[in-house]
């Protein structure tokens, strides 16, 4: 690639470059002298399960990585004691050691569906910022001041607001600065709501006689509704983990518009070639349901391989257009049944096909919903303790859903 090639494959779908112009002179030298960028991203393990949301950070170190940089996948393993304050109207509960420890393990496994394992180096925060010690720690501390940490649009607003913020989420940003300090970081990468916490490590690395790194923000991905952000809270997420057929039922489930964001986020084809797909179907040269389909089936042939996407989406048109339905196909999900029967509109919750008891209602009225291929009308529809496995359909997706006595 020349330059700008490599500038319009590395800057593809951000938001913030912090500065462009910087992240040119690294490139220029790095090609010049041979030495590969240093490109950090840091993962506080809050929850053991990444979605495609994540996957947006995790491509963009991928295409460092397809360039010959060097990509530092950061599990933040001391900062996720402190309790990320992004985003956060009060403080945020620690982590204990042990959720910790597990979470990132869980990560490990699951970046790498990504990231070429040969190629990424896996670090923990607490290997450096547990020697600093108290000491270093009050001399990190002194290096910013309470005015630089209020223009932080978190603590602004409850500190207008009269709510309280602890003094230990001050020293999260900091923490999170002193990473790039340790590791030299060229380049940080993270999601635009991060853009605070990796300004202070620019901030502070030329005080360490350090060149500033260049900070890259990617979007934050809106979920399956095409509304909220992807949550897994929210049952608006694709998990990484989740089967191919599972998997590409739920992309197929988005918007016609949102799609090109997914193409735009998710995959690995150019600005430029997302936008001449998008001109074919403008023209009627391209259907949008096509487009769709080749759409979810680049996504899952990245977690899985392109012969599982293809025959996922063999078995979704064969569901869809012929009518078909293999149960073999299926995400097979359990779900405990007490003595006197459960709801079905729970079910639809707990098989995430649903973002909420009354989201599952509103489904059902309104026959979207069907068990063993008939269809549902009725909300307070439940299921019997002593049903047997069914097919659950919600729209275009379908599950398998194996009932089991509650307490087995």
Same mark, same amino acid.
């Given at each position: 690639?020349t330059?700008?090639?490599q ?8 938001v ?5 112009v910087?992240?040119?002179s ?7 002298t041979?030495?590969?960028?240093t490109v950090?991203?840091? +993962? ?5 399960d ?6 947006v ?6 295409h ?8 530092i ?12 304050p992004?985003g ?18 869980t990560?490990?496994?699951?970046? +790498?569906?990504?990231?070429d ?8 925060n ?5 020697a ?26 409850r500190?207008e ?7 230990h ?6 923490a ?5 300090v +340790?590791?030299k ?8 709501d991060?853009?605070?916490?990796? %300004? ?8 360490y006689?350090?060149e500033?790194?260049? *900070? ?12 909220? @952000?992807?949550s ?12 191919a057929?599972e ?5 197929m489930?988005?918007?016609d518009?949102?799609m090109w964001k997914?193409?735009?986020?998710l ?7 997302v %936008?001449?797909?998008?001109g074919?179907v403008?023209a009627g040269?391209l259907?949008? @349901? ?10 899952a =042939?990245? +977690?899985?391989s ?12 064969a ?12 995400? %097979?999900?359990? *779900? ?12 639809l ?13 509103r489904k059902i009225?309104?026959?979207?919903v069907?068990?063993?291929?008939? @269809? ?13 496995a069914?097919l659950?359909e919600?729209?275009?997706? =379908? ?10």
């Amino acid at each position: 690639m020349t330059l700008d090639e490599q500038l319009a494959y590395l800057t593809k779908g951000c938001v913030d470059i912090v500065r462009a112009v910087d992240l040119r002179s690294k490139l220029e030298r790095s090609a010049r002298t041979g030495t590969p960028l240093t490109v950090k991203v840091g +993962f506080d393990p809050t929850a053991p399960d990444l979605h495609l949301g994540h996957t947006v950070l995790l491509r963009k170190m991928k295409h460092f990585q397809d360039l010959g940089h060097r990509v530092i996948f950061l599990i933040g393993d001391f900062t996720g004691l402190i309790g990320d304050p992004t985003g956060r109207s009060k403080t945020r509960p620690p982590l204990t050691t042990e959720d910790i420890a597990r979470n990132a393990e869980t990560y490990k496994a699951q970046v +790498f569906t990504l990231l070429d394992p040969e190629k990424t180096v896996v670090d923990f925060n607490s290997r450096w910022l547990m020697a600093l010690g108290a000491d270093g720690l009050v001399r990190l501390a002194a290096r910013y001041n309470v005015a630089q940490m209020l223009e932080r649009r978190d603590f602004k607003q409850r500190f207008e607001a009269g709510k309280p913020i602890a003094i230990h989420e001050f020293l999260y940003s900091l923490a999170q600065a002193y990473d790039s300090v +340790f590791l030299k970081a060229d380049v940080e990468l993270g999601g635009t709501d991060q853009l605070f916490n990796l %300004n202070v490590g620019r901030d502070l690395m030329p005080g360490y006689g350090l060149e500033a790194q260049v *900070v890259m923000t990617t979007p934050l991905l809106e979920g399956l509704d095409g509304v909220e @952000k992807m949550s897994k809270s929210l049952g608006n997420y694709v998990g990484v983990a989740e089967p191919a057929g599972e998997m590409f039922g739920k992309l197929m489930s988005v918007s016609d518009e949102l799609m090109w964001k997914y193409y735009l986020l998710l995959t690995d084809l150019s600005e430029a070639d997302v %936008n001449a797909l998008k001109g074919q179907v403008a023209a009627g040269a391209l259907h949008p @349901k096509d487009a769709k389909i080749d759409m979810a089936k680049r996504i899952a =042939a990245d +977690f899985h391989s392109m012969a599982a996407a293809s025959d996922a989406a063999e078995a979704f048109q064969a569901r869809f257009a012929r009518g078909e339905i293999s149960v073999e196909t299926l995400a %097979n999900i359990r *779900v405990a049944v007490p003595a006197g029967g459960v709801a079905l509109s729970k079910i639809l919750v707990e098989a995430g096909l649903a973002t909420s008891a009354a989201d599952a209602g509103r489904k059902i009225q309104q026959g979207g919903v069907r068990v063993d291929r008939e @269809k549902v009308t009725d909300g307070r529809a439940r299921i019997d303790a002593a049903r047997t496995a069914f097919l659950l359909e919600v729209g275009r997706r =379908a599950v398998r859903i194996t009932p089991e006595p509650e307490g087995r």
